[in-house]
Each structure stands twice: as C-alpha cells, then as structure tokens.
C-alpha cells in the first residue's frame, strides 16, 4: 500500500515534469494514438526540407493530408529514431474494436539497419527516452532512469562495436559479389589512405561515410529487421493497418563517388548520356545496396505486410541526377533529408495505394493538391545551392 500511495503521489507531482524533460514526444504518442486518428510515425525524414530551395516546408505527412481532407492524419516525428524504438512506441496502441479501421504508415530507410545506426552515440539517450514508452506505474518507470536499467552503453563502447563489426562482417557473402574489399573496414582504409592528388579531400571524406552507412549485408539476425517483424505483429495484435514505406537513398551520390573513374574501385564502368535519357554509372556499393533492399522487400512480403516502395522514386532518382543531386539537402553525408519535390511525391504515392489504386480519384486528388500548393510555390532553381557535386569534382580531373 506504501509502494502504490508513493506511486501516486509522483503520478500527481513530478510525473509529468519528468515527461517533457526526459521524453519529449510521450504527450504527442498519447495525444495522437487516442485521436482516432492515422498515424505516420517517422525520424528525420519526415519533417526535413532544403533551407535552400524549398519555398514548400510542409513535411511528408503535412502533404498526405492534403490528400484526405475527410481524414485525421497526426503524425508522430522523432528525429534519429529507429525501428527499435518505433516498436517501443507502439506497444501503447489501443487495441482497435474489429469494426474500426485506423492506418499507421511507417518510414523506412536501409541506413537504420547499418552499423553506424545500431550503435549511434546517440542511443543510450534514445533508449532513455523510450523507457516512458510503457504502461508501467510511473514511479517503476522513475527508478529504472535512477537505476540506468536499459540500454546504457556509453558512446565510446557502441563506437568499439561498431569497428567490431565493420572489421570482421565479411561483405564477400553474396553469389557473384564483386566488392573489392573483405570488410568494411579494409574499404575505409583503402580510401583514407588513397593520396592521389586529384581526389579531392572532402570527396574522400564522403566516400568514407557512406562507407559508413551502406557497406554492410542484410541478413535476418539484423536487429532492426527483427524490430520491423515484431512491429508487424503489434499492429496486427492491435487491429491497426500498417503499411511500410521504403525511403529512397541518394543514389546520384552513390554512383559517382564509387565508379572506375576513382582508383579505390576495381570494376569497368560506362556512363550512357543523351539529351533525353540519362543513366548513372554502374557502383560496386549500389549494387551492395540494391542486395539489400531486394532482400528487405522479400522479408516484407514473407511477413505479409503492405508495402509503397519508394526506393527508386523518380523524383529521388532521375530528377535528382539532373539538379545534380540538389533534391537531397545534406551534400556531404548520406541522409534520408528531401526537398519538397521528393517529399510531395513520396506522399502522392502512399495516397495512390491508400485509394487502392484507384487512378481517377488519385488524379483528382492530385489536381486539387496541386492547385492548392500551387506551380509558383515549387523550389526556386534560380537559387544556387552549394553542392558536393562527385560527378564532376572526384578524380575526373578534367572538370577541375
């Protein structure tokens, strides 16, 4: 009784201070699960937009609910987050009556399931936060941030980890693999130690992270793949719709930083140009992260769960090749961080499946979206962003 009256009086007093302190989206989690609402849970990718250009700051899930006025759509948008911890959130879904139909979409991009995302310095603190994702009493809750009971490791043993993996995960798994290097670790080196005058450094430094982010092989012990299962099985326990969202990587950058034009890669490349087609060079990396996207939409379709695939939008593909990679705004790391061309089209393409492919009723929607956005409203080109630009300032010394 002691425990239980000691529960309440921190319930009554401190519970909510420690809330907005330590777990800063808990109030929305609540206020947005129980709305009647759909839901779009997301990281960074959501809310981002390019400082440069954009003249749109809507995000991704701002833009779908363009798409359905009739509909209430909160987002829930936490910058860094992870499957991992989107599986935390969700365990405070209600669970839905069989006659209620409530949507979650659900972002998700390759890089979270690298090394450099599992074992971010940022994660005891995001670990930390995720402990106020429970129904818990309040004050258990308390004394396990008091105890450090979750995942505390500090920054410099998830970086130990990290060089663990990238030094002995054999990237040479796959049938037909061509990539040059055994590890990750072996390519980051060869790279660092490449001091070829015309390479420039700041593009030896981005070919190091992406590197980094994408040079790692997909397989089913992955945690956060494991993480992604389980969030099938708590909406489907809940009664929600879940649909996964495949994000599309810079894939411009991908290419020119990793052709044979750079002596760190050992593959025959050819570049097909024209004025009406444009193709990118063949890249040893893009191939590594073409393996495994193919094997995450599999597990995607073993699991049984919708899915709108993003990962060669148009928009992030092609358009972007022709601003010259402008349509993603960090230039020199890989992010999932769009301008208002790519986020639009991301969010027409979650409305084109939620009407079930219905083209008439997407392409009035669209009309109206567009009209109300308005031509004018689009990114102004005449702005000139700076730009990493690998096609043009790597070792293709002929452009310098």
């Known amino acids: 009784m002691f425990l239980i009256g000691l529960n309440e009086v921190y319930r009554v007093t401190l519970w909510e201070k420690d809330v907005r302190q330590f777990s800063r989206v808990r109030n929305r989690i609540d206020s947005a699960f129980n709305s009647g609402a759909d839901i779009y849970l997301g990281e960074s990718s959501n809310t981002s937009f390019n400082p440069w250009t954009d003249t749109l700051n809507e995000s991704i899930s701002d833009f779908l609910q363009y798409y359905f006025p009739e509909r209430k759509i909160e987002a829930v948008t936490h910058e860094g987050y992870h499957p991992g911890l989107f599986r935390q959130m969700l365990e405070l879904l209600p669970k839905l009556p069989k006659d209620s ?4 979409w659900l972002g998700v991009n390759l890089r979270t399931c690298g090394p450099s995302a599992i074992y971010s310095g940022n994660e005891a603190s995001n670990q930390r936060e995720a402990l106020y ?30 060089f663990q993996w990238w030094r002995t ?29 015309l390479l420039h450094e700041d593009i030896k430094g981005m070919m190091g992270a992406y590197i980094k982010e994408f040079a790692f092989v997909l397989d089913e012990n992955n945690p956060r ?11 489907r326990s809940k009664g929600w719709k879940l649909i996964y969202h495949i994000l599309p990587p810079n894939r411009y950058h991908t290419a020119w930083l990793f052709t044979s034009e750079n002596p760190v890669v050992r593959v025959d490349d050819s570049l097909i140009a024209s004025p009406t087609r444009y193709e990118l060079p063949p890249s040893i990396l893009l191939e590594l992260i073409d393996y495994n996207y193919a094997f995450m939409r599999r597990k995607f379709f073993e699991w ?19 601003f010259r990679g402008s349509y993603f705004t960090d230039q020199w790391y890989p992010t999932e961080h769009y301008n208002s061309v790519i986020r ?3 969010a027409e393409k979650l409305a084109f499946q939620e009407l079930e492919g219905d083209s008439s009723a997407w392409l009035i929607r669209t009309q109206r979206v567009r009209n109300q956005l308005r031509k004018n409203n689009y990114p102004n080109w005449e702005i000139v962003m700076p ?10 010394s002929q452009f310098d």
Not at 101 to 104: D, K, M, Q, S, Y
Not at 133 to 138: A, F, I, T, V
Not at 387 to 396: H, I, V
């Open 101 to 104: 139909v409530r949507t979650i």
């Open 169 to 197: 995960r054999e990237l040479n798994v796959r049938k037909g693999n061509k990539v040059p290097y055994a590890t990750s670790l072996e390519w980051i080196d060869a790279v660092a130690r490449n001091y070829d005058t």
């Open 304 to 322: 049984g769960v919708e899915v709108v695939d993003n990962f060669t939008l148009k928009e992030a593909l092609l358009d972007n090749a022709k």
């Open 344 to 346: 639009l089209a991301i």
């Open 133 to 162: 994702y429970s129904n818990r009493p309040p004050l258990l809750t308390r004394i396990f941030m008091g105890l450090h009971f979750y995942d505390n490791r500090n920054e410099k043993e998830r970086e130990r980890l990290k």
């Open 225 to 235: 793949l494991q993480d992604l299962k389980e969030i099938v099985q708590i909406c």
């Open 387 to 396: 730009l990493s630009d690998p096609e043009r300032r790597g070792y293709r």
